[in-house]
């Protein structure tokens, strides 16, 4: 039998014209995936959905974001996609959004919950209703125990000892539902340690993601196709307007607008940082001064890099790139909209660096000292890719030859294994969205209170991510803190990076959240379940993302997926108003 040795991956199974759809949806990223998951169980087997995704197919895309490396997806530029993110004073925000069939969830996976009481607040109904949520979803996830012996690697669960020895406490197993953690709201303890479960098992395979929530043959879906407008019209029984259909331009060039039934059918906007952009470009919609508001994303600062100590080398290896757990800390102080209190998060990376280089060459582009330039990157992503695959070849070079050399000199490593961290926040000041063109407003850094949380937050944990590992020789050292200015010694350092930052680097955690929010943009559907989600002043135009909701304090990600299957649990399986 011949098989071919270059596959298509742009060839898709034809469309009709003239088909309409139940339901479209428009993305195909968490907030998808925790849709489809849940709307799928509820409706017959003739309801027609069509799934519209600008980036790649995730089928086609899983080599590179799981067996290769997650990380190296963000130096694909299919796959990864820089905003036009400024702040109200003209500084470059590096933030961006994945783009490819099951959205974020496909690149990494952060696997905590928001506390029930935030989603109260944010969404409504009441405790109960958000941990049957959970369950249901974290059910679907179907995630094994990350507390159970073994299932950390040995150098996780050495940063765990570590973390542990200066106050941190330990995982809880009341935290936890279907083996997923949700932030804790005690009061007794403002440091914890969380274990989350990830997609993969003892090997590197990948098990079960977000994409997996979905029966995916039971749906068509078009990948490379952009969403350009929405398609108004006025209900037949004149009482709204309705969105009639979706127009896309694909990959080739070609314009095609898919249809929903008339009068039965939705569309669903599932785009994450795209869903307020697509509302503000619709102008029976953009009246609504409210869309594209109260936008915000965590601020992500990347700490000192440290090698790994030579009796723990050894035991460092792939799965360790991204530990699974947290560290979160909360720091006190008042905040505008009321909030006493601020979750600082901090994550762990460790490996071999010529593994890590990847995230490096691309998140490290923020320390570029040119802001014009960096502006330029958010305008034109290629410059972006090219630029970060630059570098990554560079410094695979450098490193290439230090290791060869190490077989030679004594001196010099055979390999090179290092333990670095970051802490994520979310900024005082939430932005918006500039109603005419491309350009998100980031108010990073607009308020004070940023500069004390990521002081308090740095000079808290320095000597707690020290233990992890041991400073570079001062040469690296020194070439490290010139080029970032990211800080080894607390006190003057730190204030120093956190100033330099502020004003110079600014990084985001790549995951927008806000625009489309419940109450304000959408129907939260506490009077009428079949209204959950509907943009207001439309009939049948829903959204069920990240984007309808302020961002949480810990894994977007995970929010993202709730925000969904709520949605549809409401739309399809609630039987009553609420």
Not at 374 to 395: A, E, Q, W
Not at 415 to 431: D, H, P, R
Not at 482 to 511: C, D, M, W
Request: glycine residues 8%; contains cysteine.
């Amino acid at each position: 039998m011949w098989f071919p040795l270059f596959r298509n991956t742009d060839a898709m199974p034809p469309i009709d014209p003239d088909d309409e759809f139940d339901l479209i949806v428009v993305g195909s990223g968490n907030g998808a995936c925790g849709f489809l998951g849940e709307c799928l169980k509820h409706v017959p087997e003739d309801y027609r959905v069509l799934v519209l995704e600008e980036g790649d197919n995730f089928f086609f895309t899983s080599d590179v974001t799981h067996q290769n490396g997650w990380s190296k997806s963000y130096a694909n530029g299919s796959a990864f996609t820089l905003h036009n993110a400024v702040t109200p004073s003209g500084k470059s925000v590096l933030s961006g959004r994945a783009r490819t069939l099951g959205g974020g969830g496909s690149i990494n996976y952060t696997m905590i919950h928001e506390s029930s009481d935030w989603l109260v607040k944010q969404a409504g109904y009441d405790v109960d209703y958000w941990n049957e949520c959970k369950e249901e979803l974290n059910a679907s996830l179907d995630r094994p125990d990350p507390l159970a012996a073994g299932y950390q690697t040995p150098f996780a669960d050495f940063i765990a000892e570590n973390a542990q020895q200066v106050g941190y406490a330990p995982p809880n197993k009341d935290d936890m539902i279907q083996n997923i953690p949700s932030l804790s709201e005690s009061k007794s303890q403002s440091k914890r340690l969380y274990f989350f479960p990830t997609q993969f098992d003892r090997f590197g395979s990948r098990t079960n993601s977000g994409v997996s929530l979905v029966k995916w043959q039971k749906i068509k879906y078009r990948w490379n196709t952009k969403v350009v407008g929405l398609e108004m019209g006025k209900k037949s029984d004149s009482t709204g307007i309705a969105c009639n259909g979706v127009q896309t331009i694909n990959k080739q060039g070609v314009d095609v607008t898919y249809k929903v039934k008339k009068d039965t059918g939705r569309v669903l906007l599932c785009g994450g940082s795209q869903s307020p952009r697509i509302l503000l470009n619709t102008k029976e919609l953009a009246g609504n001064e409210k869309i594209g508001q109260r936008v915000n994303d965590h601020v992500c600062m990347p700490l000192a890099v440290y090698f790994v100590d030579k009796d723990k080398a050894s035991v460092v290896g792939a799965t360790d790139n991204y530990e699974s757990l947290f560290a979160d800390m909360v720091i006190d102080g008042k905040r505008d909209k009321g909030e006493a209190k601020t979750v600082v998060n901090i994550d762990f990376f460790s490996g071999d660096v010529l593994r890590l280089v990847y995230l490096i060459s691309s998140l490290y582009l923020c320390y570029l000292p040119f802001n014009g330039f960096k502006r330029l990157m958010g305008r034109y992503p290629i410059i972006f890719k090219y630029l970060s695959n630059t570098i990554r070849m560079v410094l695979t070079a450098i490193i290439s030859i230090i290791v060869v050399l190490g077989r030679f000199v004594p001196f010099l490593p055979r390999s090179i294994k290092v333990t670095t961290a970051l802490i994520k926040f979310n900024a005082s000041k939430e932005g918006y969205y500039e109603r005419v063109g491309d350009k998100i407003i980031l108010r990073f850094f607009e308020d004070d209170r940023d500069y004390d949380i990521a002081e308090e937050a740095i000079n808290k944990n320095l000597a707690f991510l020290e233990s992890n590992g041991v400073k570079p020789p001062f040469f690296i050292r020194y070439l490290f803190q010139f080029l970032t200015k990211i800080p080894y010694k607390r006190g003057r350092q730190v204030k120093r990076y956190v100033r330099n930052f502020a004003q110079k680097t600014l990084l985001s955690e790549q995951h927008l959240a806000g625009g489309c929010i419940l109450g304000d943009v959408v129907d939260k559907g506490l009077e009428d379940s079949a209204k959950t989600g509907q943009v207001f002043g439309t009939s049948n135009l829903h959204v069920a993302d990240l984007s309808i909701v302020p961002l949480p304090r810990v894994s977007t990600q995970m929010t993202a997926y709730l925000m969904g299957h709520h949605v549809a649990k409401q739309l399809y399986s609630t039987k009553k108003n609420n």
